[in-house]
């Protein structure tokens, strides 16, 4: 079993949506969780973290954590075309930052 | 430099040659971490370094594969005798500090390195 499970998709929505990703993970470890996007041919960079189980949110983002059943997932609100990227969970233990697999993620206009 | 940087940004080599991939880290991070990414894959833990001590370089997929760090900044990964398997896009970060991520530690990518093995 991966550390970090993610449905690849790929997701298609129309702008506008409310978009919902979602990861899995296995190992209970001291940890932060992380969610980073990716535009085509280029590098990952961080949308946000969190530790704690519960919900966090910053813009149209939100990012929710449930320890107890090993989940984390990403909100999207109010879609845009500029949102279409592959969309990667990671959770961090000591310096090691574990990824999920990616979900390609196009909205269109 | 602003952020991570890494050359060459592509590189074509023919199979059994050598390549060296070079990450230069953001100014003051003591971590530096190097990943792969298959297409279509999520990124694949390689090694991390600490200063120029890597506490962990269990995801080197072989032997053939190596990495340096030099005056707690530069890093070059190495891949001897290259396989067509090994094209990827090969990517560095770097953090202020690795043995915890929280949120004055926030790893930073580079734009990668994409390999094609011929």
């Known amino acids: 079993q991966k550390e970090v499970e993610q449905d690849p998709g790929p997701l298609s929505v129309p702008e506008g949506a409310i978009v919902s990703l979602n990861c899995t993970y296995s190992n209970s470890a001291f940890q932060y969780f992380m969610w980073y996007r990716q535009y085509s041919r280029k590098g990952p960079e961080l949308l946000m973290y969190t530790y704690s189980s519960g919900n966090k949110e910053d813009g149209r983002f939100t990012a929710q954590v449930d320890k107890s059943s090993k989940y984390i997932s990403l909100f999207i609100r109010d879609s845009q075309p500029s949102d279409s990227a592959t969309y990667l969970c990671a959770r961090t233990s000591y310096g090691k930052l574990t990824f999920g697999q990616g979900t390609i993620l196009t909205v269109h206009p | 430099g602003a952020g991570v940087s890494q050359s060459p940004s592509n590189k074509v080599t023919e199979k059994g040659k050598d390549v060296e991939l070079r990450c230069d880290p953001i100014s003051g991070h003591t971590a530096l971490y190097w990943y792969r990414q298959s297409l279509g894959q999520g990124l694949e833990f390689l090694i991390y370094f600490q200063g120029n001590s890597a506490p962990d370089k269990s995801g080197l997929p072989s032997d053939r594969f190596s990495a340096e760090r030099t005056g707690g900044s530069v890093s070059t990964l190495t891949i001897q005798r290259t396989q067509q398997e090994d094209s990827a896009v090969y990517l560095c970060?770097?953090?202020?500090?690795?043995?915890?991520?929280?949120?004055?530690?926030?790893?930073?990518f580079g734009e990668g390195s994409w390999l094609t093995v011929v």
């Open positions: 970060a770097s953090s202020l500090a690795g043995d915890r991520a929280h949120s004055g530690n926030t790893i930073y």
